[in-house]
């Protein structure tokens, strides 16, 4: 739901630069959902392994998961970027014959590409916190990129930069949300894995 209100307000404030516009944003967005579906399901997919390393206490496997999944989540995400900004025209032009709105599209896109390679990095610490059982902190990662940041840069980088500032919004937020999951991540992995520890010096 809160995407979909989030759409709603982009669609809206697009709209004041002409139709072309936000037929440009749409198909952009529809681009970068490649690269965005993909790190999704490497987070989805790690959360199992991650989840039985936690309740197990098995900290030094989910190490090693978490640098093979974020290597690879990384990995994946460039080259997905690469191939997504070298091949915008083509994709565009699937969904786009006019002119105007094919331009806004593939502009659009590059910009929206600018933190593709972060986004895998971002699903598998999102999912690492819930695996944790930190449901919070992974619930204000993903709220912070959908709405907390990015409906507040919608109206301020709106103002400023026009419709380019409106696609900027979602990079700006993405590389907060970013920033703030890496932080969380930190301290709640640092706490889960002092609490064996904690516990085998109380039971000495």
């Not at 959360?47 to 990995?75: D, E, H």
């Not at 080259?79 to 786009?96: D, K, P, R």
């Amino acid at each position: 739901q809160l995407i979909g209100k989030v759409l709603i307000i982009m669609n809206a404030r697009m709209a004041a630069y002409g139709d072309m516009a936000v037929a440009g944003i749409g198909v952009a967005m529809k681009i970068v959902m490649i690269t965005g579906m993909i790190s999704m399901g490497i987070g989805q997919g790690v959360q199992p392994l991650l989840g039985y390393c936690v309740g197990s206490g098995n900290w030094k496997r989910f190490k090693a998961y978490m640098r093979f999944a974020m290597a690879f989540a990384t990995a994946l995400g460039v080259a997905l970027t690469i191939l997504c900004c070298v091949f915008t025209n083509q994709l565009v032009s699937a969904f786009l014959s006019e002119p105007a709105a094919f331009d806004y599209a593939v502009e659009f896109a590059k910009i929206l590409l600018t933190t593709g390679p972060l986004f895998g990095i971002f699903y598998v610490v999102t999912n690492a916190l819930q695996a944790m059982g930190a449901a919070l902190p992974a619930l204000i990662a993903n709220v912070s990129r959908q709405g907390l940041v990015y409906i507040p840069m919608l109206f301020i980088l709106d103002r400023f930069f026009g419709a380019d500032g409106l696609v900027w919004s979602q990079p700006v937020a993405d590389l907060i949300s970013f920033i703030v999951s890496i932080i969380m991540y930190l301290v709640v992995s640092r706490k889960a894995m002092q609490k064996p520890a904690k516990a085998a010096g109380s039971a000495a």
